[in-house]
């Protein structure tokens, strides 16, 4: 009889061992399946990825609809392994001022990540967009480049006309033209919004892993940027352009800050040298390495794709301000 109460007691210390860590964390908590990354395919057809962490088992999340800011949003609930939050900004600078936060609710239905985002307007009905997910691939190891092969230089740009490039937007004013050899963007477009009237372009091809070089022209206080896989937006201002540091010149901008400004003026030609291996990336501008094989965790603001698993283009924002470029060539690497 001692034996068997023993045996239970065992028993049950073992049990409250193994539940114990859960029992730490803070509840609400997030599903262990759900933290993480993940790429958004929405029925709107907005590109868009959240992600999910904890911090002392506080939930956090993250959500990105196409230019829109990321967060963190505030949690509202987590009930049966979902999730309710606002994706409410501290400032409300929104067209669509006086309309309700976006709510949305997301959680794991047969290990697929699936939810809803529920927009109301000032005036009007509620919305539902519904939505479903693809996890980000686990970040990598920082490559040695000095071992990465890369292929043969191919011109994505032949001087001529547009071959091989297409606006991404085909509904919006095509400011792009080949004139004196020059890829030019066209607008009248001069402030620094987000999104305008004119397209963005982008490549026909998509690409993975790659070396990318090319000169871009960009007039004081004008704004374009170049994204590499269309998720990851290298910055194109001038020098002494309002936007710096994690926004400037050199940047992946909003993500990662180059160690040193080294544009130039506006209305000079500058090149850029990027490298983009195993989710990490190289800055060389105007001959100097500002970012060192950094690891880019999501994809920026504007991005048109949004799975970091799958290839993607070479998009140049076109719906900015104008902007020239010239001798545009990729190097893919070789696997």
Known sequence: MHKILLLLTLSAASLSAQVAPERERKAPYIPRAMLGGWSLTLDSGEPAWMRFEENEGTPIVYMRLHVGPDGPWEVQEVRD?????????????????????????????????????????????PTTTHFNGVPFPAMPEAPDLAKVRFGHPVALFNGKDLTGWRPHEPNKINGWSVKEGLLVNE????????????????????????????????????NSGVYLRGMYEAQVVDRDSPMQGIQGVGAIFGLIEPSVNAGKVGGEWQTYDLTLVDQHVTVVLNGVKVIDNQPVRNPTGGAVHTDPGAPGPIHLQGDHTAVKYRNIYLAPVVK
Do not use: C, I
């Open 187 to 222: 607008t009248p477009k001069t402030d620094f919004s987000a999104t305008g009237a004119y397209a963005n372009l982008r490549t026909d091809g998509e690409f993975e892993d790659f070396w990318l070089h090319l000169e871009f022209l960009v007039e004081a206080k004008r």
């Open 81 to 125: 392994g979902r999730l309710t939050f606002v994706m409410k900004r501290n400032r409300d600078r929104r067209k669509d001022a006086g309309a309700a936060p976006p709510v949305v609710e997301v959680g794991l239905t047969n290990g697929n990540l699936q939810g809803t985002l529920v927009r109301t307007p000032k005036d009007g009905a």
